[in-house]
DNA sequence: TTAGGGTTAG
């Protein structure tokens, strides 16, 4: 044998032996023989050289053998560019269907779950192919077809081909928890959790991090706990990441402070994953300066490190240090991606840069060859209609390629409301009512619009269509952390321990806002009742009972974080807008659209969410 | 040569 299989092994994870041998191998007239051009093509792909894979793939003469094409395969998956996998892939099944072996069905399934929810009729149809193929009971195969139709979110066709499988392997079991879990099927995964043969840190992993995904971060939590009580070693830091995640969709600041020790302690602090769920933490729970104290320790910073701080900034109304932000990410040579985008026009709509913000969304497209999705279009529509661009944000939603969605045009219509334009607001609120919103917000805010023009016939249409569609406007609470513990207040919950002496606070606040003008905004109340019955249901909303225990509770002078479940309404971002003042604390509040940092009298939102 | 768990928007 002219090479020897030592130096084809070694040459897998070597760039510069790979391409030695590459040489050598052409020297020889056996570049584009099998064994030896696949074993290539695999030393490259595992060297991290994936167009050196494919360019000698795509040189070798047809039919390709499948050892080489899975070899290729494994190069696009490893790439940044997993796409490349179909276009390679498709004219080769269209001219040989019969070709696939058992490593390229698993392989091209593989790409199909990075690629999803793109090209599910594409796999299926390889699904089928596999059916009929000599390699149809391989479980290696059913594995990754597991995974990726729990990718695609179909979890049902996942079981099915998960209960098709003969032998256990734990990468199916792995694959099928996270497949329940990631889609909202919770039950179903702790259950088959349970029964699982092997719970190991993958399976935990998949479970705890599914659950993140799928917006039950105190279940994922408490699994935590009782993954690290089980003894289970946390060898490597996936779960962590997870973790911190959850911390940060439930804004415990306290505990994502104690998992942030644990990072440390068990040393996962210089993984990438790790810090930029942090950096996302901090900033979700309202603590920037430790969001930017974890992103400048980070040593080789990607995409997601700058982008979470970006966002970061973005939200808590810091436009300036976003966009510098960016400039030092283009500086750094890190290349933005879509989500960098919507961070950044964010960050533009609240100040009111709307030339900038344009400038930005033309480079996104032109410079960076980022096509615009729905989130663009509304981040581009935000900024024309709060700056009062109204005619040029309808005209945008009218016009643009792709559908606009219920938040399209609630942003929109919410725009209309704050500018004083009832003629668009009512014809906004036309459309919306059309879709048939599913959201309570958005049958207050229609209902809100109709009431101010006037127009009760539609106020009562709304109404019906409330009671007809069973949709409820969902309780409100708030929820505020001192120390290491956290409380939930319920609107007009009267039950607390400390129930008077937080009466008697909010009573006190109330003379002082009277005093400096302040006049209850009633719009928000749905119901018919008298004004003085409108004004006592404003006096019990959550986040004011949650305001009066935090100062009632905390340490004089400092910041007091609340987390509200609905958007906080317009009279009391009044009413909270003069406590600060008041009282001379800074107060963040982080509701389910917004996150509004009052101080000195002023909100960070600029009035607008 | 093939299969499983992780971070940024919404």
Redesign the pocket.
């Known amino acids: 044998m002219l090479v020897p299989q030592a130096v084809?092994?070694q040459a897998?994870h070597n760039p510069s032996l790979a391409q030695a041998l590459h040489s050598h191998l052409i020297k020889c007239g056996l570049h584009d023989r099998h064994p030896y051009s696949?074993?290539l093509i695999?030393s490259y792909a595992?060297s991290r050289l994936p167009h050196h894979a494919l360019r000698l793939f795509l040189s070798l003469p047809p039919p390709p053998h499948?050892?080489a094409?899975?070899?290729a395969?494994?190069a696009c998956?490893l790439s940044s560019n997993p796409r490349l996998s179909l276009s390679l892939s498709l004219p080769i099944l269209r001219s040989y269907p019969t070709l696939p072996?058992?490593?390229?069905?698993?392989?091209l399934?593989?790409s199909f779950?990075?690629l999803a929810p793109l090209h599910l009729s594409l796999a299926k149809q390889l699904h089928a192919r596999f059916l009929f193929s000599p390699f149809s009971h391989?479980?290696?195969?059913?594995?990754?077809l597991?995974?990726m139709y729990?990718?695609f979110s179909l979890p049902l066709c996942a079981r099915a081909v998960f209960d098709s499988i003969s032998s256990f392997?734990?990468?199916?079991?792995?694959?099928m928890?996270?497949g329940y879990a990631?889609n909202g099927f919770k039950n179903e995964a702790l259950k088959l959790f349970r029964v699982a043969p092997?719970r190991?840190?993958?399976?935990?992993?998949?479970l705890?991090?599914?659950l993140?995904?799928s917006g039950n971060g105190v279940d994922a939590l408490q699994l935590f706990v009782k993954m690290l009580r089980e003894g289970i070693e946390?060898?490597?830091?996936?779960?962590l990441?997870?973790v911190?995640?959850a911390c940060?969709?439930c804004a415990l600041l306290e505990l994502g402070k104690q998992v942030h020790c644990l990072v440390i302690g068990l040393g996962f602090e210089s993984?990438?994953?790790?810090?930029?769920?942090l950096?996302?933490m901090y900033?979700?729970c309202s603590d920037l300066d430790a969001a930017k104290g974890v992103f400048l320790g980070i040593l080789r910073k990607?995409?997601?490190?700058?982008?979470?701080i970006i966002?970061?900034s973005a939200?808590h109304g810091r436009a300036e240090e976003a966009l510098a932000l960016y400039d030092g990410m283009v500086s750094a040579g890190v290349k933005p991606?879509?989500?960098?985008f919507?961070?950044l026009m964010?960050a533009c709509s609240h100040v009111g840069l709307v030339g900038k913000g344009r400038e930005l969304f033309r480079s996104m497209v032109e410079d960076h060859g980022i096509r615009p999705?729905l989130?663009?279009y509304?981040c581009l529509l935000d900024l024309f209609s709060r700056s009062g661009h109204l005619e040029e944000a309808e005209n945008l939603v009218r016009t643009m390629p792709v559908a606009p969605d219920e938040?399209t045009w609630a942003a929109l219509l919410s725009a209309c409301k704050h500018h004083g334009n009832a003629k668009m607001a009512i014809r906004i609120a036309d459309n919306l009512l059309s879709l048939k919103p599913e959201e309570a917000s958005s049958y207050i805010l229609l209902s809100n619009v109709y009431a101010g023009a006037g127009m009760w016939e539609n106020v009562s249409k709304v109404r019906k269509m409330m009671m007809l569609m069973d949709v409820k406007k969902e309780p409100g609470y708030s929820c505020i952390e001192l120390g290491k513990e956290s409380y939930v207040f319920y609107a007009g919950e009267t039950s607390h321990l400390m129930k008077d002496e937080i009466a008697a606070l909010m009573r006190k606040l109330d003379e002082e806002v009277r005093k400096r003008g302040y006049v209850p905004d009633t719009s928000s109340v749905l119901h018919d009742m008298d004004q003085q019955e409108k004004e006592r249901q404003l006096f019990w909303h959550s986040e004011r009972l949650a305001l009066a225990y935090g100062l009632l509770k905390s340490v004089p002078g400092t910041i007091i974080r609340i987390v509200k479940n609905l958007r906080v309404c317009g009279d009391c971002h009044t009413v909270l807008k003069l406590i600060s003042t008041i009282t001379s604390r800074e107060i963040y509040v982080r509701d389910t659209?917004r996150y509004h940092h009052f101080k000195e009298g002023r909100c960070s939102c600029n009035d607008f969410w």
């Open positions: 084809l092994s897998r696949a074993s695999d595992k499948p050892v094409w899975s070899s395969l494994s998956n072996d058992h490593f390229v069905f698993a392989t399934f593989n779950a990075s391989d479980d290696v195969v059913k594995s990754s597991v995974d729990s990718k392997n734990k990468a199916s079991w792995t694959a928890i996270s990631r092997n190991d840190l993958f399976a935990w992993t998949a705890i991090s599914g993140v995904q946390i060898l490597d830091p996936l779960v990441s997870s911190v995640g940060a969709n993984c990438v994953f790790v810090s930029n769920a950096v996302d900033a979700k990607d995409v997601v490190s700058w982008t979470s966002v970061g939200q991606n879509e989500v960098t919507v961070g964010y999705s989130q663009h509304t938040p659209t």
